[in-house]
C-alpha cells in the first residue's frame, strides 16, 4: 500500500520556511497557461483495492490512513465549492478516483498513475479557476492542492526524472524542493499557502489555514513558536464558518497550551529549561481548560476527543499533562 499523503510536522520540517498564512486577502497573480490535452493513462486490471472505510478510531494509531481520507473529502468538498468548467472538474474527479484506487492497492504499479497525466489535469484545472471569484478561485487552488499533495508519491513526482513535470507544475505556481538528504523532490504546498492567501476568511480559506497550522509545531519548545500557533488557532476559531474546523482549531490551542504547562513540570526530560514556562504555566492551564472545553462540547467521541478528554481531565484536577503534543525537534 502507498500512501501520497504526509505528516504535516515532517514535511514542514524538512522543507524551506514557509509562510505561516495571513488573516488579509492578497490578491494573487494569473499564470500564463492554456488548456492541455489529457494523456490516458493505461487500463486498470481487474484489481480490488484495500480501501480502509474511514471509520475513526479511539486512538492515532491509524493517522496517516486518517489524513488520507480527510483529504479525499476535502478535495469533493472544495471542487463543489469551486463550481468551475465541467471538463476541468470532471477530468479532476477521474484522476482523483485513479489515484485513490493507486493509493491502496497492495502493488501500486498495477495502477499506474501518469506523471503526465496529473500535470494536464492540474494545469486545465488552475486555468479553469483563477479567474473565479476570490471564495470559489480558494477552494480551486486547495482542490489542486489536496489532488498533487496525493497524487505526487504514486504518479513518481519525486523522482529525479521528472524534472521536466515538476518544472510544468512551477509555473502554475505549484513549486517544489529537493530533499536536504537524498535525491528525492517535494511538494512545497505552495497553492496551500495561496488558497489562505487569496481569501482567508471564506470556506476554503479557513479550511486551508487549518491544514496550514496542523502542519506546524513548536521547535525544541520555542515559546515564540507556540505564541504563534495559539494565536493563529485562536483567530481560527473565533471566526471559523465550519464547526468542524472551530473544533479542531480549539484543539490545537489547547493543545498549545498544555504543552507549555508540562514542560513547565518537565516534560522534555531535560531537553529544554523548565523555569522558562514557569511563569506561563498558571495562564497556561486555565487557557488549556477553556479550549478543551469548547471542543468537547461537540465532539468527545473522535480519536482527537478521547485522547484531549485525557488531558482536560489532568488538568481540571490540578495534575499534568503527559508528554507533548506540539514539540517538535527542527533539522
Not at 504535516?8 to 499564470?31: F, I
Request: glycine share 4%; charged share 25%; proline share 6%.
Amino acid at each position: 500500500m502507498v500512501l501520497a499523503s504526509c505528516l504535516g510536522v515532517a514535511c514542514k520540517r524538512n522543507a524551506p520556511p514557509a509562510t505561516q498564512g495571513t488573516q488579509s486577502s492578497a490578491p494573487l497573480q494569473t499564470v500564463a497557461c492554456s488548456r492541455q490535452p489529457i494523456p490516458s493513462d493505461s487500463p486498470a486490471p481487474d484489481v480490488h483495492p484495500d480501501i480502509p472505510d474511514g471509520s475513526d478510531t479511539s486512538n492515532s494509531d491509524k493517522y496517516i490512513t486518517r489524513e488520507f481520507l480527510r483529504n479525499v473529502e476535502l478535495t469533493g468538498e472544495m471542487l463543489h465549492v469551486a463550481d468551475a468548467d465541467t471538463d476541468a472538474s470532471r477530468a479532476v474527479l477521474a484522476l482523483s478516483a485513479r489515484v485513490d484506487s493507486a493509493s491502496w492497492v497492495r502493488h501500486p504499479e498495477d495502477v499506474p498513475v501518469s506523471a503526465a497525466r496529473v500535470v494536464a489535469v492540474l494545469n486545465n484545472w488552475i486555468c479553469a479557476t483563477q479567474d473565479l471569484p476570490p471564495p470559489r478561485r480558494a477552494a480551486g487552488l486547495l482542490t489542486a492542492d489536496r489532488l498533487l499533495n496525493r497524487a505526487w508519491a504514486v504518479a513518481r513526482l519525486w523522482d529525479s526524472t521528472a524534472a521536466g513535470l515538476r518544472l510544468e507544475l512551477d509555473k502554475i505556481g505549484a513549486t517544489s524542493y529537493r530533499a536536504p538528504e537524498g535525491d528525492d523532490f517535494y511538494y512545497r504546498d505552495a497553492w496551500l499557502e495561496d488558497a489562505a492567501a487569496v481569501d482567508p476568511n471564506s470556506p476554503a480559506g479557513q479550511a486551508a489555514r487549518l491544514l496550514q497550522i496542523r502542519h506546524s509545531c513548536a521547535d525544541q519548545g520555542d515559546l515564540a513558536e507556540y505564541d504563534s500557533l495559539i494565536a493563529r488557532a485562536e483567530a481560527l476559531a473565533a471566526t471559523a464558518l465550519d464547526p468542524r474546523v472551530q473544533r479542531e482549531a480549539n484543539f490545537i490551542a489547547a493543545d498549545a497550551y498544555r504543552d507549555i504547562v508540562g514542560l513547565a513540570f518537565g516534560a522534555s526530560d531535560g531537553e529544554v529549561d523548565s523555569s522558562l514556562y514557569l511563569p506561563r504555566a498558571k495562564a497556561a492551564r486555565t487557557r488549556a481548560i477553556t479550549h478543551y472545553a469548547a471542543a468537547l462540547k461537540a465532539d468527545t467521541t473522535s480519536w482527537m476527543a478521547v485522547e484531549a478528554l485525557v488531558d482536560y481531565h489532568r488538568l481540571k484536577q490540578g495534575e499534568q499533562p503527559s508528554g507533548l503534543r506540539l514539540f517538535c525537534r527542527g533539522d
